[in-house]
């Protein structure tokens, strides 16, 4: 529905009685005349919640005495009665006022989301043995209500894989299995799952779902993709921050504005680098305007989906269609973040700004001696002049008007730094500019041969200095802008039609912001604010939907009018009331999901659920979930004892097939393979290059990493099978399983296809498996001997000629186990 007028409060003129104004002209504001999409704007900011100037109240009148299709209003439903516009007309000609103790009608819905969290009591239910805690009665109170019978407990070596790859993100080991097993103690099942919450494997699995609501990646996105060499920092903050059970409260607080909060930390600082992951637009013929406000509008839109589930965005152009959203309060978010600049700094890890300090001086000094040897501080003077003249007289010099738009593309705060004295720039800013000069001289320079030649001569041995120096780890982060000016409301979303201002504010349908100056810091405290139901209710939603495959509100990113109603309502807002009680931790509320019933129940789909519930909405068994793109290479290389088990620190870039590199601009992206174990690191940590991403990711519904992605969708194609038999990744798993297999296993088939099965699956076979993995073997073995040179191929190279039939028959094998859909399922 188009939003309704609302009505401020001011002193009445005697023109027009209160009683007339409450009989006749009231209703019509506030539930008759509405605003049609966007009106506000093409009515130059004109609404009825704010003061009404007699000059541009006849617009009103205009607009509900015309005729014109797309003009008059209300835009739907019948006209105004003569008696209605009479009545209008009275009260402009009364000056517009209001009388003294009006009171409009509020912003309100009955929708369910914009509603309190209420005080829930578990029901009762007739089964009073299948309950573990108050979420089973729930589940069960429904299950009862539809004549349904939840499922059996699953067994213990699924509910272990189960419990290991949902809070870890990896498969238990064989020792873990064993431990497991033989732990018959009353509790054993949930010192297991301590064990999981205390395991550092925890912040790298839960960080995946957080990265994918941050768009996370490690390059710009856009036509360039410049990689962004320290995206990391603030993968590490959230791992970290997850690990140590930072409430989430703060969590938000210290994400949307941890530099505003007092005496804020470098960690702090690093923390705001969620709102550094939008794309950034290098192209130097985009207008930066427009580049910095498609930014906002990004932001905006990210923290609308990660904390409120709500579709903020479609504000941006006009008044929402659906939901309780006006664009001015699109704008008074993005208010928030207008007055707010990317700021890079140093974040060093442990151990290196002792390191780092100790080699600056001599540093300084070397790049003091190449930077006057090669006179370069008379040649960037005269180049910063001719781009202070350029910008200053645009138009004069379109050589120089085009090294201008570079630069501002390309070196982030550029004209900031240029009009700043020399003597008042920082370390860095003198840093970057003069590397900027060496790199991009501009056309004066670039025509003179010998001088162009000089300045790469000086470049060059610059960054092989710089390449010396050890390295101190940098952030990128957000901070205040005390100089910003107003924000606008944009007319249509167009950033160039600036509209009337705004102030930083949040959306009326929930409580409101503390009154006076606002910041960031008030958007964040807002959305954790006690009154604010939907913070709490999207963040359980979305711990529910990781560790059922949906949430209960499957719209995760939509918790609107056009998403989905809550298949378990009551059970959502005993969980928010319960999230907030244990002081937004979420490992306790992980913990109490995965401790009861609900969640242990077998995944075997039930006949006669087909009919009654074919989505599993009712909560009658678990689900089957295909692994996410990420744990699927993780397993495999887990399994074949590759993986390397350092956390955090700069993405890795492991193999991938030829050509995928090639397709970026220009042939700029480098695919440089990581050696060592870094080619073995978690999936979490892989090199994200927008325009070219990893292709076992991509392959398996990873994100692109443009937008906040609140759920991934699981598809299932012909690729993925070809990529787990033939990607070099998952070739050479199979090929270290094998191995690892033959050296641990002793020399019988029986026993060492056991401990395969145990490293991939988690179980021993079962006989039918034996027999016919028997007969693959045997038949592997054959082909091998028929075709001469094939063992090669397909054993690693360092075994011995000797043993590569035995060795290539069983990569065969294992090969297999890593192929079987079970292997990439959590039951």
Not at 300 to 325: E, F, R, S
Not at 479 to 501: E, F, V
Not at 761 to 773: D, I, K, N, Q
Not at 805 to 816: C, E, F, G, M
Request: charged fraction near 25%.
């Amino acid at each position: 529905m188009a939003q309704a007028w609302t009505i401020a409060a001011f002193a009445l003129t005697p023109l027009l009685a209160a009683s007339d104004f409450a009989r006749d002209v009231a209703p019509i504001l506030e539930s008759r005349c509405q605003l049609c999409h966007g009106a506000e704007q093409q009515m130059g900011g004109m609404r009825l919640d704010q003061p009404l100037e007699s000059s541009r109240a006849g617009k009103l009148i205009e607009r509900v005495t015309s005729e014109k299709s797309g003009f008059r209003m209300p835009p739907i439903g019948a006209a105004l009665s003569a008696a209605q516009i009479a009545a209008l007309k009275s009260w402009v000609d009364a000056g517009a006022r209001f009388p003294d103790g009006y009171r409009p009608q509020g912003k309100s819905s009955s929708h369910w989301a914009f509603q309190k969290i209420q005080a829930v009591v578990p029901p009762e239910t007739a089964n009073r043995n299948w309950p573990r805690n108050p979420i089973d009665r729930f589940v069960l109170a429904r299950l009862e209500k539809e004549a349904i019978a939840p499922s059996p407990e699953a067994d213990r070596n699924t509910l272990l894989r189960r419990v290991s790859l949902d809070l870890t993100g990896l498969p238990p080991t064989p020792a873990q299995i064993a431990g497991f097993a033989a732990d018959t103690r009353p509790g054993a099942y949930e010192r297991l799952v301590d064990r999981f919450l205390a395991s550092p494997r925890y912040g790298e699995k839960w960080a995946r779902p957080w990265l994918d609501l941050a768009r996370y990646a490690d390059s710009d996105g856009y036509e360039k993709d410049l990689v962004r060499p320290y995206a990391w920092r603030y993968r590490n903050w959230v791992i970290d921050a997850l690990n140590r059970d930072l409430p989430f409260d703060q969590f938000t607080i210290e994400q949307i504005a941890g530099d505003l909060v007092a005496g804020s930390t470098v960690e702090q600082r690093v923390a705001t680098g969620f709102h550094r992951n939008t794309l950034t637009n290098r192209e130097a013929g985009v207008d930066r305007a427009e580049a910095r406000f498609e930014q906002l509008v990004n932001r905006v839109n990210t923290v609308a989906t990660t904390w409120m589930g709500l579709t903020v965005g479609c504000a941006q152009c006009h008044d929402h269609k659906y939901d309780p959203i006006t664009a001015r309060e699109f704008y008074q978010i993005f208010a928030f973040f207008d007055s707010a600049d990317e700021e890079d700094i140093e974040a060093p890890l442990a151990g290196e700004q002792a390191i780092y300090d100790a080699a600056l001086p001599a540093f300084l000094a070397r790049r003091g001696h190449l930077l006057e040897m090669y006179g370069i501080a008379a040649l960037k003077h005269v180049w910063e002049q001719k781009l202070v003249f350029a910008i200053q007289n645009p138009g004069k010099d379109l050589e120089w008007d085009f090294s201008v738009t570079s630069m501002r593309a390309m070196l982030d705060g550029a004209e900031k730094i240029l009009k700043t004295d020399p003597s008042r720039r920082t370390f860095r800013q003198n840093l970057r500019l003069t590397d900027y000069f060496l790199s991009s001289p501009g056309p004066d320079y670039n025509r003179a041969r010998q001088t162009r030649e000089h300045i790469r001569e000086a470049r060059e041995k610059l960054q092989d200095l710089a390449a010396s120096m050890p390295k101190l780890t940098m952030a990128q982060t957000m901070t205040a802008n005390p100089d910003s000016g107003p924000s606008h409301l944009r007319i249509r979303g167009d950033y160039r039609a600036l509209g009337q201002p705004v102030e930083p504010g949040g959306l009326a349908v929930l409580p409101p912001m503390p009154a006076g100056k606002r910041t960031r810091l008030d958007l964040a405290r807002w959305l954790v604010s006690p009154g604010n139901p939907l913070t709490p209710r999207v963040t359980v939603n979305r711990v529910w939907q990781e560790l059922f495959g949906a949430g209960l509100v499957r719209t995760s990113e939509d918790f609107g009018t056009q998403g989905e109603r809550p298949s378990h309502p009551e059970l959502l807002d005993w969980l928010a009331a319960r999230f907030i009680e244990d002081g937004w931790s979420l490992k306790k509320l992980k913990r109490r999901i995965v401790l009861s019933a609900a969640y242990r129940q077998a995944s075997a789909a039930r006949s006669e659920l087909a009919a009654k519930d074919p989505d599993n909405r009712l909560l009658a068994r678990q689900a089957r979930l295909r692994l996410p793109a990420e744990s699927i290479r993780d397993t495999a290389l887990f399994a074949a004892g590759l993986l390397d088990p350092t956390i955090g620190g700069p993405s890795v870039r492991p193999p991938q097939p030829p050509g995928v590199a090639e397709l970026g601009y220009a042939n700029s992206v480098k695919w440089r393979e990581s050696e060592g174990p870094d080619r073995y690191r978690r999936g979490l940590y892989i090199h994200f290059q927008r325009t070219t991403p990893y292709p076992q990711l991509m392959n398996f519904d990873a994100p692109d990493s443009n937008v906040a992605c609140s759920r991934r969708r699981s598809s299932n194609t012909p690729l993925q099978s070809l990529n787990l038999l033939n990607d070099p990744v998952f070739f050479e798993a199979a090929q270290a399983l094998a191995t690892r297999v033959l050296e641990q296993a002793g020399l019988g088939f029986a026993g060492r296809l056991e401990h395969a099965f145990l490293l991939a699956l988690g179980r021993r076979p079962e006989p039918a498996e034996r027999e016919r993995m028997a007969r693959y073997y045997d038949q592997q073995l054959g082909i091998l001997n028929s075709e001469p040179g094939s063992a090669a191929r397909m054993a690693p190279a360092e075994v011995p000629p000797s043993e590569k039939q035995q060795v290539a028959a069983w990569v065969s094998l294992t090969r297999v186990l890593l192929n079987l859909d079970e292997f990439i399922t959590r039951e």
